[in-house]
């Protein structure tokens, strides 16, 4: 990884030469119009819809309108499964919203194809808290097209009330995690593990399950061809099949429904990212973040997958320099002090940190920022921009093995020769 100077001096050099350059404005619009001119951004974002953390996140940005008092900020915002296809759409049609945030699997053919406004000018004029290297996925093709709105870490994280009712010991790898599971059905009669497993929830699932196969030092691809079938991907696959056999895991829940029942004191264990736990302490009237029993890492031998959500600007955007200016604000010492208090346990742009209080009412949160240092992106070396296609092929041969049984190896050779195929 390269260190903060030369991923920001690469960044601006490369992108002062390219600013504002393939994605035209359009017709009958001002690409010149000044920041200090003001207007209404149009914020595009699911989160918005987020019970409770969506809304303290739009209470937190409303403090740029201190820095710029001539702008406003709307909302646009689509449920999480359809955003994406939609933003596309959108962007397609030279519309959209002006500034937005995209997972980085979303993001990177954005940038890729020239479609977003370069962000020269906030990583030149950057002063204060240094960007850490988690804006590294902003950088595409040498330049800087985005910043890191927020990195979310898949941890492992359990209810201590059922564990102590069980007598179960928090699982430190794989075979215990199945006996842990199981001992739980058993004890109290309620589910012991839950994570997503199924490819209704494809957009999200492939993502989860990067932490299965990078557990095991997995990875797709080598940057020059696919690795579909590695013995470190077969290893994570049959490990994530084990548990899934165990007879311990509710079977056909999405999270939706398993986060419901974390909540409830209905399932033990999970595997999820900070804004999880965060959304289930909102939510819930019994459980406590006291209650809440959580590892240094997830339980498996190498390092685990980040969810990177990305904040960009619209390169068709009406307002293309406000937008620029405000995410310069998010950037800021100020913007990302606003941030941390509306986002809690998530990694930011910068390593500002938790707040004292919240801090020590919520001693998981910090083991969920830490991960940001070792977690690994879901994008694919070497195919960024094809990640979700590759994803798709190899995460159905998955769940046929899930589901029909066979052998993981040959599910993964399957995948890899629709994978070459795909890719020509």
Known sequence: MMDRRNFLGFAGAAAA????????????????????????????SWQWLEPGRGEAMWQAIQAYKQANPSASLAQSTT???????????????KGGPDVFVVQDVNFYPLADAGILAPLTSVISSHKGRPFNHTNES??????????TWERLNWNFFWNRNILEKAKVTPPTNVPELISAATQIRSATGLDGFGVRHQMTEFDSWFMDFDVWTYGHGGSWSDGSRPTIDSAENIAGVEAFGEIYRSGAMPIGDDASTMRTKFREGRL????DVSSTVAGILRSSKTLKSADIGFADRI?????????????????YGKNKNLAVDFVGWVGSDAGQAALRKAMGPSTLATDVPLAPDYAAANPWAK??????????????????AQTKAIMREVMTQVERYLVDGGDAAAALSTAQKQVTQLLG
Do not use: W
Request: net charge negative; proline share 8%; hydrophobic share 40%.
């Open 268 to 271: 033990g264990m999970m595997i």
């Open 17 to 44: 030469s390219m600013a504002l350059a393939g994605c035209g404005a359009g017709p009958g619009i001002d690409p010149n119009r000044a920041a200090s001119a003001g207007g209404t951004l149009k914020f595009g």
């Open 299 to 315: 339980p498996l031998p190498k390092p685990s997958a980040h969810q990177e959500i990305v904040l960009a600007v619209n390169g």
């Open 367 to 384: 083991s969920f920022i830490d991960l940001a240092a070792e977690s690994r992106s879901p994008l694919i070396k070497g195919y960024e």
């Open 138 to 147: 902003g950088l595409v093709n040498g330049v800087q097209y985005g910043i």
């Open 79 to 93: 449920p999480f499964l359809s955003f994406a296809d939609k933003l596309n759409t959108e962007l397609g049609g």
